[in-house]
């Protein structure tokens, strides 16, 4: 079993927080709306998995293709993202056909991931500044 | 009332059609995101210093890419299980007052 590369786990481990912050919320909509039932949160439960595992296998696919030869690595992205894409339709579709889970809950917390990128500059910002408070204050104890 | 099943075939299968279609949206993100981590592998090999901060760009704008295959995907599955339903409702209906209006 190969190590995963440090950038991979840090960028989902902040994608899997947002997820999972956005799940909770998208909770409390319905319960609120009072459509809260156990579909909608097997839904849930396998929208987050399929949003999180395939942010995984992307970075785990683009880390190897910066690490490994530069040959093909344009074929091998994207067969990795149509196997990914068909995967997810397929799990979704199953879930919902099969297990009859809700069929928002299912599909909204794929586009999750979004979300938390697009918060990403305000995030970094936020870091910069504690780093620079940080430093300056190292700065004034020497 | 045969009309009636020929007009929901009809719209099951332009349902199945358009989800479809729905779903070549995955095409488009593929060859770009293919091209990005291509250019991206050659300024590592530039400049190996910047891997992670390259890496780190890539992934993020490899996700960002991948939402457009995403939209198409959400459309898909919701034209198989949620449109069928909401079209045949509109359909009885339309069906009903056409026949209290002949009536």
């Known amino acids: 079993m190969t190590k995963l590369d440090p950038t991979v786990k840090k960028e989902t481990a902040y994608i899997a927080v947002w997820v999972i912050a956005l799940s909770l919320g998208m909770q409390a909509v319905f319960l609120l709306l009072r459509r809260w039932a ?5 839904g849930n439960l396998v929208g987050a998995v399929c949003a999180i595992g ?3 296998l992307l970075g785990i696919t683009v880390a190897k293709a910066a690490n490994g030869p530069a040959d093909k690595v344009a074929l091998r992205v994207r067969s ?13 579709a199953l879930a919902v056909g099969l297990l009859h889970t809700n069929v928002y809950a ?11 990128i697009a918060f990403r500059p305000l995030v970094d910002r936020k870091r910069g500044k504690t780093a620079e408070t940080e430093a300056e204050g190292s700065d004034l104890l020497d | 009332m045969e009309m009636v099943s020929l007009a929901m075939g009809i719209m099951l299968g332009l349902c199945g059609v358009g989800a479809g279609i729905a779903l070549i949206a ?3 993100p593929g ?8 250019a ?15 890496t780190s760009t890539m992934i993020m704008g490899c996700a960002i890419a991948e939402t457009t295959g995403l939209y198409g995907l959400i459309i898909g599955i919701l034209l198989i299980f949620v449109a069928p339903g ?11 007052s056409l026949a209290d209006v002949i009536k």
């Open chain 1, 80 to 92: 990795s993202m149509t196997a990914r894409l068909l995967g997810q339709a397929a799990i979704c």
């Open chain 2, 26 to 28: 995955g095409i488009g």
């Open chain 2, 86 to 96: 909401i079209f045949s409702g509109v359909l009885k209906s339309t069906v009903e």
């Open chain 1, 38 to 42: 156990l579909p909608v949160v097997t």
């Open chain 2, 40 to 54: 991206a592998c050659e300024a590592i090999g530039r400049q190996p210093e910047a891997k992670s901060d390259v």
């Open chain 1, 106 to 116: 299912t599909l909204l917390p794929l586009l999750f991931p979004r979300v938390g």
């Open chain 2, 31 to 38: 060859i770009g995101e293919g091209q990005a981590v291509a």
């Open chain 1, 54 to 56: 395939n942010f995984l």
